[in-house]
């Protein structure tokens, strides 16, 4: 699992360990573990560190100081390194005079350093630290577009980015390789700051850090979660999964919701609509029930809305009077936003949402929330949000969203962000923009839904969901990627669980296959 911590919480842990530690420990221990990435990509690159051309991006403060030392190092390794100064009078001093002692060359003229940066083979970006916020500032702003031929190393992270968020405010630097310190940062992990960050590697320093607030599932977490059935399981124990879905219009939309829970753990699948007959012939192992969901019999979760069209009121309101979670999508969602959170109100059982950014849009209007953080007039808070404005700001967006309707929230994305009401916050990269077609959301609600049926918690049902529906869409789509068809991310569903659960298990013991070894 993949931790990101806030940079308060950073904050926090560096001052407790530099207490403990003579001056300087710190910013040697991270400037010493990104040198080594440093001369890696050298080696790779250009076969060796000796004659490399580095150019160090240094700004003031400390992660200009982490930077300076770092190129220090490559210096001494024979390296030809130049420190561009973008805040020459507040440079780290420490850091300055390592370089120098190294026979680094210095440089505070702008044009001189925009010409090295373009032919150098390794560019150091320690312009802006972990608090930094906004766009780069106007002496930094060419460098983000300048031409370049050699490898960006973020320093802890992107210039531009914000840390906590991932937001982008203005110019921002792309790296090919982010090296931060301790900890992740949650705007590594998402976007738009997860694309500006590259490939991001892990440092430690030594950190004694809380509950993270914000983590990334990997193949072993998702693993420990996959329900798996027993001995002693039948189709009613694993769980049955209720699909209110599909229309007149949008038949389809039943045949993918009930083709993702039928691969989602569940042991069985009931559906209620009108597209009874198709989901049948389709897929002959679903149980069938004439009428809504308050009709049709024992299930452990209802997944309701996926092309529900002027049917989705009624369903949603059946489905969320019984005391089982509820998974709400699509026209069920803007049903939901029409009501308002009180039709969530006095619920037990977990009510989980899965918007995309225009979806969220209307819930937060109906929330009577607007598009600006915390505090504003009141017209400011009741102007109705944009789907772009959501976008650029996934993280608070879900916990917005998790807040107001007191459900967790899966926001569908580049990123998914899954919030819970407390603001606890899981994220999911394994996407492809080839999942962008129609009807991908309708297979990762039933996914999700069959999921809850077998027990999982909501936020485990989302992010185990999204993790596997990414996996089954990069699988289809192959490499370097081709389009794909939400049909397809359903039948891939099998083997991507299967790659999952393979790649979480112990190596096997040596020996004779299938022997016991007596």
């Known amino acids: 699992m993949r931790s990101a911590h806030s940079v308060d919480q950073v904050r926090a842990a560096e001052a407790e360990l530099m207490a403990r530690l003579p001056e300087g420990t710190l910013m040697q221990r991270a400037a010493a573990g990104l040198a080594v990435t440093c001369?890696?990509?050298?080696?790779?690159?250009?076969?060796?560190?000796?004659?490399?051309?580095?150019?160090v991006l240094a700004g003031s403060g400390d992660n200009g100081g982490d930077a300076l030392y770092a190129g220090a190092e490559l210096a001494r390794r024979g390296a030809r390194v130049t420190a561009v100064l973008l805040a020459p009078g507040r440079a780290h001093g420490g850091g300055l005079a390592a370089l120098r002692a190294a026979y680094g060359r210095v440089v505070v003229e702008q044009e001189v350093g925009l010409a090295d940066f373009s032919c150098a083979d390794l560019v150091l970006d320690g312009i802006v630290g972990i608090g930094g916020r906004g766009g780069l500032r106007p002496e930094a702003?060419?460098?983000?577009?300048?031409?370049r031929t050699g490898v960006v190393v973020a320093v802890d992270v992107p210039s531009g980015v914000?840390?906590?968020?991932?937001?982008?405010?203005?110019?921002?630097?792309?790296?090919d390789v982010t090296v931060c310190f301790g900890t992740y940062k949650p705007g590594l992990l998402i976007d738009p700051g997860a694309s500006y960050a590259g490939a991001v590697q892990l440092v430690g320093i030594g950190l004694e850090l809380p509950p993270a607030g914000v983590v990334a599932l990997q193949h072993a977490d998702v693993a420990a979660l996959l329900p798996v059935p027993g001995a002693e399981s039948d189709k009613y124990r694993r769980g049955v999964v209720g699909v209110a879905a599909g229309s007149a219009r949008y038949p389809g939309a039943a045949l993918l919701a009930v083709a993702g829970a039928l691969r989602g753990g569940a042991g069985a699948v009931r559906y209620v609509g009108t597209a009874a007959e198709e989901v049948v012939r389709r897929f002959p192992e679903t149980l069938v029930t004439e009428g809504g969901p308050a009709g049709a019999g024992r299930v452990q979760a209802w997944v309701v809305?996926?092309?529900g069209g002027e049917g989705a009121g009624q369903a949603l309101a059946e489905a969320l009077a019984a005391d089982v979670p509820v998974l709400v999508d699509a026209d069920g969602l803007t049903e939901l936003a029409r009501l308002g959170p009180?039709?969530?109100?006095?619920?037990?059982?977990?009510?989980?949402?899965?918007?995309?950014?225009?979806?969220?849009?209307r819930l937060l209007a109906g929330a009577g929330a607007g598009s600006g953080g915390d505090g504003g007039t009141r017209s400011e808070q009741t102007r109705p949000?944009?789907?772009?404005?959501?976008?650029?700001?996934?993280l608070a967006t879900a916990r917005r969203?998790?807040?107001?309707?007191?459900?967790?929230?899966?926001?569908?994305g580049s990123t998914t962000v899954v919030a819970d009401p407390s603001g606890s916050v899981r994220v999911n990269p394994t996407g492809t923009a080839w999942l962008a077609t129609a009807g991908s959301g309708d297979v990762l609600a039933g996914l999700a839904g069959s999921l809850l049926a077998a027990g999982l918690s909501a936020p485990d049902a989302a992010a185990v969901a999204a993790c596997l529906h990414g996996l089954?869409?990069?699988?289809?789509?192959?490499?370097?990627g081709a389009p794909v068809i939400a049909s397809e991310v359903a039948a891939a569903l099998p083997a991507v669980w299967n790659d999952v659960r393979a790649a979480a298990a112990p190596e096997p013991r040596s020996g004779r296959p299938g022997g016991t070894g007596a």
């Open 39 to 55: 001369a890696r990509l050298l080696t790779r690159r250009r076969g060796r560190v000796y004659g490399s051309r580095v150019v």
């Open 162 to 175: 914000d840390a906590d968020t991932g937001e982008v405010a203005g110019a921002a630097l792309r790296a």
């Open 401 to 412: 969203l998790a807040a107001a309707y007191r459900a967790t929230v899966l926001l569908k």
């Open 305 to 307: 809305g996926p092309g």
């Open 342 to 361: 009180g039709a969530l109100a006095g619920r037990t059982a977990p009510t989980l949402l899965t918007p995309h950014t225009g979806e969220a849009a």
């Open 141 to 147: 702003e060419p460098y983000a577009r300048a031409a």
């Open 472 to 480: 089954a869409a990069r699988h289809t789509a192959g490499v370097p």
């Open 385 to 394: 949000p944009a789907a772009e404005e959501l976008a650029a700001a996934r």
